[in-house]
């Protein structure tokens, strides 16, 4: 009898080298090993009879053995045998495998599968099994007759061997209080992943290990959120009877239902001594901003400092003079750079910055940390809070989030907030893959609309030089770009003005250009991802993307938002290099698409939700079996978690941390 946790060398047919190479490769249990599911899987269920074989088919006949023997051929060692059905008889060669002329018995039953050669008119290399055992009783074949599992060649086993000490695991296999879900036992969706019956059974047994997976990690997910709460307070706040309320005055507009909405869910968060953790989303232009605003002006109503933090100068400087212009009675203090202390004001305070506000939050102790456009910070970056004295209430904002921000919500992590009504009068921007062969019609359709509208377009490049690296040697450079662009609207427009923004010119070259943008004297800016957020030109109206392939979603999406901010019709056109049809097929899934969270969940599909509960951003968390797309399958997942027994035990435990290790909002 085996158990999931029995040492590999405790199996029979595992001896101490062999367990020794095992162990090297991370194969100590038996859980290790049937935890290795197959690569795939060759269909040699199906029998042909001899006269009926064809060639380059993998096939399988079953028929008598007869004529095994040994020789050589020069040094060559050989081995031969015939197989014969009511049909024929075929010859059967193998190279220096003397073992196997052991095995066969002539007069008996075998099933032999592998590739015929009717050249030879013989199947070489086959694989052979016997059809009945020693008593007469048919055998249950693993290697033939069936569909055979066949693995990863890191595993340091021989297929046959693997398949051989996993049947004898399987055979003898206890799992305690192994529960039936999704109609299976763990147990049996083992024996159905390593020796299917059918095809549909392995996807059933797949499904069963992939909502044990899930289980797991909602397992996981609601221990760390119960110890959040043990081990955490923060400032709790007065909020009026009706939240609304707290929307002052001076702000010059209605804010949607969605907006009135989040500032609700905000309020009731920081009414608490439990620290709030929520994610609002809301794409580009919904007024995120000023739902934020409204949460630290009643902090700041009450004696307390909070912070925003955005990813760059630019963004940080914007949302200061908005916040300044809704919230003339709030004190609003932009921190962008220097690392000396931090003058504290004596009156409560917003401090608006970048990173420089991370490396300040002990000194300012704010009741309220709030990441801007949170797919820019790190993961390490949004954690930092937790390195702190006391413990802040903490948004995030997002446009589009990173799938591992909508995994987290799934989860349960993270509230959730959606701003999913846009602003009276914005119109959604056009969007187009444009082939390079229009370029040149694109360009003059750009500089007509410009001109006729007096409008300003942005183009935006991923690299400012020409790269010499190989893989990007064909992906246009800012400087390059700006250098044809601006010979050929001379030459065909020369009424339109152009310049140059990127992250290596000088910060007073840099600030000359922004100025000059924001004046009206340039009509065309040739730059880099740095505007991907933070660049409000109210005359902005079209956006030309270069390598668009090279951006990931949430990149692309921002970018799309830098124009149309003033109501005025917003296009967008995407240049792409890529050839293959996945990347093609992701652009123009972008093209159709202007909401945020559709595009986070075609995202999800894509790059995966990255690791739960760590730092990694990208990838599959490890999953084996469930797929973060199935959204289907989580939601049930979650409804059966609420039916498990107190004394059940998951099969993918992940190892207990700190919380000091739990990132905060993603």
Not at 348 to 373: C, M, Q, S, W
Request: neutral net charge; proline residues 5%; aromatic residues 6%.
């Amino acid at each position: 009898m085996y158990f999931l946790s029995t040492r590999l060398d405790e199996v029979k047919g595992i001896g101490d080298a062999l367990y020794a190479k095992l162990e090297k490769r991370g194969y100590s249990t038996v859980k290790d090993l049937v935890l290795a599911v197959p690569l795939r899987y060759e269909d040699r269920s199906h029998t042909t009879q001899i006269a009926e074989l064809q060639s380059g088919n993998l096939i399988t006949v079953r028929g008598k053995m007869s004529s095994a023997r040994n020789f050589y051929k020069g040094r060559r060692s050989m081995q031969s045998a015939k197989v014969s059905d009511e049909t024929g008889t075929v010859k059967l060669q193998w190279f220096n495998n003397p073992h196997v002329i052991s095995n066969i018995k002539d007069g008996e039953e075998y099933y032999v599968s592998g590739t015929y050669n009717p050249k030879y008119k013989s199947i070489a290399q086959p694989t052979i099994e016997r059809v009945f055992d020693s008593h007469g009783d048919a055998k249950e074949n693993i290697h033939t007759g069936r569909l055979v599992p066949l693995y990863s060649t890191m595993i340091p086993l021989k297929q046959g061997t693997q398949r051989r000490v996993l049947k004898e695991i399987l055979n003898n296999l206890r799992i305690p209080n192994d529960l039936e879900l999704q109609h299976m036992r763990l147990v049996e969706s083992f024996d159905e992943i390593h020796f299917p019956t059918t095809v549909d059974h392995v996807v059933l047994a797949r499904e069963r290990l992939a909502l044990e997976e899930l289980l797991a990690l909602i397992r996981r997910s609601r221990a760390i959120k119960q110890e959040w709460k043990e081990l955490h307070t923060a400032p709790a706040f007065e909020i009026p009877a009706k939240p609304t309320a707290a929307i002052p005055a001076s702000i010059p507009f209605s804010l949607t239902n969605a907006q009135q909405k989040s500032v609700t869910e905000i309020l009731k968060d920081i009414s608490q001594s439990e620290p709030m953790n929520r994610l609002l989303i809301g794409d580009v232009g919904s007024g995120k901003t000023v739902v934020a605003g409204i949460a630290c002006n009643l902090i700041a109503e009450q004696n307390k400092n909070s912070a925003i933090i955005a990813p760059t100068k630019i963004l940080a400087t914007q949302h200061a003079e908005s916040l300044v212009k809704l919230f003339p009675d709030l004190n609003v203090e932009l921190v962008t750079g220097g690392r000396k202390p931090l003058e504290v004001p004596k009156e409560p305070t917003l401090f608006v910055g970048t990173h420089a506000v991370i490396n300040r939050l002990e000194n300012i102790k704010p009741a309220l940390v709030i990441y801007d456009e949170q797919h820019r910070f790190g993961v390490g970056q949004r954690s930092a809070a937790l390195g702190l004295s006391y413990m802040p209430h903490i948004l995030t904002m997002s446009a589009t989030p990173i799938p591992r921000s909508l995994m987290l919500t799934i989860f349960s992590h993270l509230q959730l907030s959606v701003i999913d009504e846009m602003p009276a009068g914005r119109l959604p921007t056009k969007t187009w893959l444009v082939p390079d062969s229009k370029r040149e019609d694109s360009y003059n359709w750009m500089a007509k609309n410009l001109t006729k509208n007096h409008a300003q377009a942005i183009v935006v490049c991923p690299f400012i030089d020409p790269s010499e690296h190989l893989a990007f040697e064909n992906v246009v450079s800012a400087t390059e770009t700006f250098e044809a662009m601006s010979a050929f609207m001379r030459q065909q427009h020369p009424g339109l003005r152009l310049g140059l923004l990127h992250g290596r010119q000088k910060k007073t070259e840099q600030s000359s250009v922004i100025k000059d943008l924001y004046a009206g004297e340039i009509d065309i800016l040739v730059t880099t991802p740095m505007v991907e957020v933070g660049l409000d030109l109210k005359r902005a109206s079209i956006i030309v993307i270069e390598a668009a392939e090279r951006f990931g979603m949430a990149s692309l999406h921002q970018l799309r938002g830098r124009v149309g901010r003033a109501n005025q019709q917003g296009y967008c056109l995407l240049f792409s290099n890529a050839n293959g049809m996945s990347s093609k097929e992701r652009l123009e899934a972008f093209s159709k698409e202007n909401n945020g969270l559709k595009l986070a969940e075609l995202d999800l599909k894509n790059r995966g939700s990255g690791n739960l509960f760590g730092t990694m951003q990208h990838g599959f968390s490890d999953l084996q079996f469930a797929d973060w797309a199935n959204l289907e399958l989580i939601g049930r997942a979650q409804k059966t978690y609420e039916e498990l027994p107190n004394d059940w035990e998951p099969l993918f435990a992940t190892d207990r941390k700190t919380t000091t290790e739990i990132p905060l909002a993603n």
